[in-house]
């Protein structure tokens, strides 16, 4: 049963700084890894799908990594933004199928 | 296309009354799927269909809950004899069929059961 476990819970950085994001998971056989933005109240904003046979993904100020040996990926945030201030959640699938397994998030505030 | 749409945004009912979700997936995907997200946590997989066909259902899905996606396009979420339990958002995302796409998200409905 995949497992899913980011740290930190929360993260409060000034504005400008560079962050990572870690995830972890427990089963390794899967064919890619989303991240994930979800604001207060509202629903989830995909941010990078990484394809099993990438190790990164880049789309603008983010970049996500998958070590699927170790059961890893982190999300890279560059020159952080309050508006980047949200929850931040990886999801892996579920071993062999297409559901995704959640963890609890990261909630990222970037102070002014 | 403007993404997936649920409908209601927020839903307030009395414990025991019956209520009905709505999702209306990116039309030209093929997987719709239902989550459950409490205050705290990551969402939960409830259940998922491909085209009519519901493929798999959650433990988490008691047998006061029935989706249904009768055409292969929208789908509906109903739970009966709600329960205080029951308050949480509910979160359908659709996708293409296979192994290397994206799931997206609609903004989710807030049910609070009192």
């Known amino acids: 049963k995949q497992e899913v476990t980011q740290i930190p819970a929360a993260l409060s950085v000034p504005e400008g700084e560079n962050l990572v994001l870690n995830c972890s998971f427990t089963?390794?056989?899967?064919?890619?890894l989303q991240w994930f933005r979800q604001d207060p109240g509202k629903g989830l904003t995909s941010l990078l799908l990484?394809?099993?046979?990438?190790r990164e993904q880049t789309s603008g100020r983010l970049n996500a990594s998958l070590d699927k040996s170790s059961g890893r990926s982190t999300l890279y945030i560059a020159a952080s933004q309050p508006g980047d201030s949200a929850t931040y959640l990886c999801a892996p699938p579920e071993g062999g199928s297409e559901k995704l397994v959640f963890g609890k998030g990261t909630k990222l505030t970037v102070n002014p | 296309d403007t993404g997936v749409s649920q409908d209601p945004r927020h839903k307030i009912t009395k414990r025991g009354q019956n209520v009905t979700f709505r999702c209306d997936p990116i039309s030209e995907h093929n997987r719709l799927y239902w989550y459950r997200q409490t205050l705290g946590q990551g969402p939960e997989f409830l259940t998922y269909f491909q085209n009519e066909a519901q493929l798999e259902k959650s433990r988490l899905l008691s047998d006061r809950f029935s989706a249904e996606r009768p055409k292969g396009s929208f789908s509906t979420l109903e739970i009966q004899r709600t329960e205080q339990g029951d308050s949480a958002m509910y979160l359908c995302?659709?996708?293409?069929?296979?192994?290397?796409?994206?799931?997206?998200f609609g903004q989710g409905t807030r049910l609070t059961v009192v």
């Open positions: 995302a659709s996708s293409l069929f296979g192994a290397d796409t994206e799931a997206f």
């Open positions: 089963d390794s056989a899967i064919y890619n």
């Open positions: 990484i394809q099993s046979s990438q």
